[in-house]
C-alpha cells in the first residue's frame, strides 16, 4: 500500500473530527504440520490479509476492521471509523506521511516459504524416530511444524508510515513415557524469528532426545516433596518465572488502572540489588523481536527494574502519555482484529557474577529447578504458582535424584526481593502469551538463581 493511499484514509478517517487516526493492514501467511503416531494427522495453511483503522476522539477510540483486498476497502473501513466520531468537533489534519525503513535486528537466510513441505515432513519423521528409539517406555511421540511469515505496515495521523516483515519458526516435540501406571511427558521447542535455517538435523536430533529424556526421567522420578525449600532455578528453566510473576506487572495499562502490585512505585526498591529486568524487542532471533510494535514505535531494550529499583513500565502510545513515561514500543496485537494493547516482548533478568557451579555447591538441602511449565499470577497481589517439569533434589551441593509433580508457590516482588546469588549464564524459554483474549510471541531468560526460601508443592510428607 502506498503512502499516498495510506494518507487519504487517514483524511478519510479524521473528516467528522477525530483527534487521532491509524491504520493497521497486515497480509499473514502460515503453515502448520502435526505428526502423531507416525502419520501427518494436519496439515493447514493459509493467507489472512486486513486491515483495521482506529480514530481516537478525546478518551473514546473506535476501531473498523476487515479483510481487504484493495484500496476501496480500506476506504470503506476509514469511512465507518470516521462515522462513529460525532460532528462539530474540532477537525484535525493528518500529517504528510514520511516513509521511513527500521533497521532489522538479523537477517533471515532461508524463507520457509521458500522450503519444500516435503523437507519439512521429512524432520517431522526424524524427531518422531529419534524420540521413540530413545527408551522403550516412551509410547508416544507428537511433533509439530509452523512458520508465520507476517508482512505489516503501520501509518498514522502523525506522520508515521513503516513496514515489517516478521518471520518466525516453530518446531515442538512433545513425548510420553509411562512406567507401570505413572505416564508422564516431556516437552521441548525450537522457535524464533529466523527462517528455515534455524532447524538443521542435529538441532531436531537434540530437541527429539531432550523430550524423550525429560519424559522417561519424570516417569521413573520420585513424587516431590512439599515443603519451603532453598531453590535453585536453572537457567535452562528459562524466564517463565520473570514473565508471569513480574512481567505482567509492569504492563503500562494495568499500573494505569492501579491494578498491579507495581502501580505507583517508580523509583522505589521492588526487588534485590542483584537485579535488574529488561524487556528487549530487538534481541536477535528470539521469538518476541521485531524491528517496530504494532503502532510503528521502534522496538528497543528497556530497563524496567535497575538494581533491584523500579524504572518504568512497558508501555504504548495512549499510556505513555497518561503515566508521563517514555514510549517503549510495547504495543501489539494478535492480528487486525484487534487493538493493541502493551505486551512483553523478550523480557529477561540480565546475568549477575556468580559462577553457576557454585550457586549449586553452595546449597546443602534443596530443589534445582532445571525447566519450568506454565504457570498463572494475580497481578493484584503478585501471587503466583508455576508447574515444574524438571527437577531434582539437591543434597549437599550436588543433583540427586529426580523429583515430579513439583509446583514453586510465592510472591512475585517478594521472592525477586529474597533472590541471593545471581549467575552469569543466561537461557531461554519461548512460547505464546496471553491476555485480554490476544496471543502474543515472546521469549523470556534468566541466569542461574538461588532462592533462600520458596514454597513448593508436592506430595505431602
Given at each position: 500500500m502506498?503512502?499516498?493511499?495510506?494518507?487519504?484514509?487517514?483524511?478519510?478517517?479524521?473528516?467528522?473530527g477525530?483527534?487521532?487516526?491509524?491504520?493497521?493492514?497486515e497480509?499473514h501467511?502460515?503453515?502448520?504440520?502435526?505428526?502423531?503416531?507416525?502419520?501427518?494427522?494436519?496439515?493447514?495453511?493459509g493467507?489472512?490479509?486486513?486491515?483495521?483503522i482506529?480514530?481516537?476522539?478525546?478518551?473514546?477510540?473506535?476501531?473498523?476492521n476487515?479483510?481487504?483486498?484493495?484500496?476501496?476497502?480500506?476506504?470503506?473501513?476509514?469511512?465507518?471509523?470516521a462515522?462513529?466520531v460525532?460532528?462539530g468537533?474540532?477537525?484535525?489534519?493528518?500529517?504528510?506521511?514520511a516513509?521511513?525503513?527500521?533497521?532489522?535486528?538479523?537477517?533471515?537466510?532461508?524463507?520457509?516459504?521458500?522450503?519444500p513441505?516435503?523437507r519439512?515432513?521429512?524432520?517431522?519423521?526424524k524427531?518422531?524416530?529419534?524420540?521413540?528409539?530413545?527408551?522403550p517406555?516412551?509410547?508416544?511421540?507428537?511433533?509439530?511444524?509452523?512458520?508465520?511469515?507476517?508482512?505489516v505496515?503501520?501509518?498514522?495521523?502523525?506522520?508515521?508510515h513503516?513496514t515489517?516483515?516478521?518471520?518466525?519458526?516453530?518446531f515442538?516435540?512433545?513425548?510420553v513415557?509411562k512406567?507401570?501406571?505413572?505416564?508422564?511427558?516431556?516437552?521441548?521447542?525450537?522457535?524464533?524469528?529466523?527462517?528455515?535455517?534455524?532447524?538443521g538435523?542435529?538441532?531436531?536430533?537434540?530437541?527429539a532426545?531432550?523430550?524423550a529424556?525429560?519424559?522417561?526421567q519424570?516417569?521413573?522420578?520420585?513424587?516431590?516433596p512439599?515443603?519451603?525449600?532453598?531453590?535453585?532455578?536453572?537457567?535452562?528453566?528459562?524466564?517463565?518465572?520473570?514473565?508471569?510473576?513480574v512481567g505482567?506487572?509492569l504492563?503500562?495499562?494495568?499500573?494505569l488502572k492501579?491494578?498491579?502490585?507495581?502501580?505507583g512505585?517508580?523509583?522505589?526498591k521492588?526487588?534485590?540489588?542483584?537485579?535488574?529486568?529488561?524487556d528487549d524487542?530487538?534481541?536477535?532471533?528470539?521469538?518476541?523481536?521485531?524491528?517496530?510494535d504494532?503502532e510503528?514505535t521502534?522496538?528497543q531494550?528497556?530497563?524496567?527494574?535497575e538494581k533491584g529499583?523500579?524504572?518504568?513500565?512497558l508501555s504504548?502510545?495512549?499510556?505513555?502519555?497518561?503515566?508521563g513515561?517514555?514510549r517503549s514500543?510495547?504495543?501489539?496485537r494478535?492480528?487486525?482484529?484487534?487493538?493493541?494493547?502493551c505486551?512483553?516482548?523478550?523480557?529477561?533478568?540480565e546475568?549477575?557474577e556468580?559462577?553457576?557451579?557454585?550457586?549449586?555447591?553452595?546449597v546443602?538441602?534443596?530443589?534445582?529447578?532445571?525447566?519450568m511449565?506454565?504457570?498463572?499470577?494475580?497481578v493484584?497481589?503478585?501471587?503466583?504458582?508455576?508447574?515444574i517439569?524438571?527437577?531434582?533434589?539437591i543434597?549437599?551441593?550436588k543433583?540427586?535424584e529426580?523429583?515430579?509433580?513439583a509446583?514453586l508457590?510465592?510472591q512475585?516482588?517478594?521472592?525477586?526481593?529474597?533472590?541471593?546469588?545471581v549467575?552469569?549464564?543466561l537461557?531461554?524459554s519461548?512460547?505464546?502469551?496471553?491476555?485480554?483474549?490476544?496471543?502474543?510471541p515472546?521469549?523470556?531468560?534468566?541466569?542461574?538463581?538461588r532462592?533462600?526460601?520458596?514454597?513448593?508443592?508436592?506430595k505431602?510428607?
Amino acid at each position: 500500500m502506498s503512502a499516498r493511499d495510506a494518507e487519504r484514509a487517514l483524511r478519510t478517517a479524521l473528516s467528522r473530527g477525530g483527534d487521532f487516526a491509524e491504520l493497521f493492514w497486515e497480509r499473514h501467511e502460515t503453515l502448520q504440520l502435526v505428526l502423531d503416531d507416525g502419520r501427518i494427522e494436519d496439515a493447514i495453511t493459509g493467507v489472512d490479509q486486513g486491515a483495521g483503522i482506529r480514530v481516537t476522539n478525546g478518551e473514546r477510540t473506535t476501531y473498523a476492521n476487515g479483510n481487504v483486498t484493495d484500496v476501496d476497502d480500506i476506504m470503506s473501513l476509514a469511512g465507518r471509523a470516521a462515522g462513529s466520531v460525532s460532528d462539530g468537533g474540532e477537525l484535525h489534519e493528518a500529517a504528510r506521511l514520511a516513509p521511513d525503513e527500521l533497521e532489522r535486528t538479523h537477517p533471515v537466510a532461508i524463507d520457509p516459504r521458500s522450503v519444500p513441505v516435503e523437507r519439512k515432513v521429512a524432520l517431522l519423521k526424524k524427531a518422531n524416530e529419534v524420540a521413540r528409539a530413545f527408551d522403550p517406555r516412551v509410547i508416544q511421540a507428537t511433533v509439530s511444524y509452523a512458520e508465520s511469515c507476517q508482512d505489516v505496515l503501520v501509518s498514522n495521523s502523525d506522520g508515521t508510515h513503516r513496514t515489517d516483515l516478521r518471520v518466525r519458526v516453530n518446531f515442538a516435540v512433545n513425548v510420553v513415557a509411562k512406567r507401570g501406571e505413572v505416564l508422564e511427558s516431556g516437552f521441548e521447542a525450537v522457535r524464533g524469528t529466523r527462517g528455515f535455517e534455524m532447524l538443521g538435523e542435529d538441532v531436531i536430533v537434540e530437541a527429539a532426545t531432550t523430550a524423550a529424556h525429560r519424559a522417561v526421567q519424570n516417569v521413573g522420578a520420585e513424587p516431590a516433596p512439599a515443603g519451603t525449600y532453598t531453590v535453585v532455578l536453572s537457567s535452562e528453566a528459562g524466564g517463565t518465572l520473570i514473565h508471569e510473576s513480574v512481567g505482567h506487572g509492569l504492563e503500562a495499562d494495568l499500573n494505569l488502572k492501579g491494578l498491579s502490585v507495581y502501580s505507583g512505585r517508580i523509583g522505589e526498591k521492588v526487588a534485590s540489588e542483584l537485579i535488574t529486568v529488561v524487556d528487549d524487542g530487538r534481541d536477535p532471533g528470539q521469538r518476541g523481536t521485531a524491528a517496530m510494535d504494532d503502532e510503528g514505535t521502534p522496538t528497543q531494550r528497556t530497563v524496567l527494574i535497575e538494581k533491584g529499583v523500579l524504572r518504568t513500565y512497558l508501555s504504548d502510545r495512549r499510556h505513555s502519555e497518561k503515566l508521563g513515561i517514555k514510549r517503549s514500543g510495547n504495543a501489539r496485537r494478535e492480528s487486525f482484529r484487534y487493538l493493541p494493547i502493551c505486551r512483553m516482548t523478550n523480557t529477561m533478568i540480565e546475568r549477575g557474577e556468580s559462577d553457576p557451579d557454585q550457586i549449586l555447591s553452595s546449597v546443602k538441602d534443596g530443589v534445582f529447578v532445571k525447566k519450568m511449565g506454565g504457570g498463572q499470577v494475580d497481578v493484584v497481589s503478585g501471587n503466583f504458582a508455576f508447574e515444574i517439569t524438571e527437577c531434582f533434589r539437591i543434597r549437599d551441593g550436588k543433583l540427586a535424584e529426580p523429583l515430579r509433580g513439583a509446583t514453586l508457590v510465592g510472591q512475585g516482588p517478594k521472592l525477586m526481593s529474597e533472590i541471593d546469588m545471581v549467575g552469569w549464564d543466561l537461557g531461554y524459554s519461548t512460547g505464546t502469551c496471553g491476555k485480554d483474549g490476544q496471543g502474543a510471541p515472546v521469549a523470556d531468560a534468566q541466569p542461574t538463581l538461588r532462592i533462600p526460601k520458596v514454597v513448593v508443592g508436592g506430595k505431602l510428607k
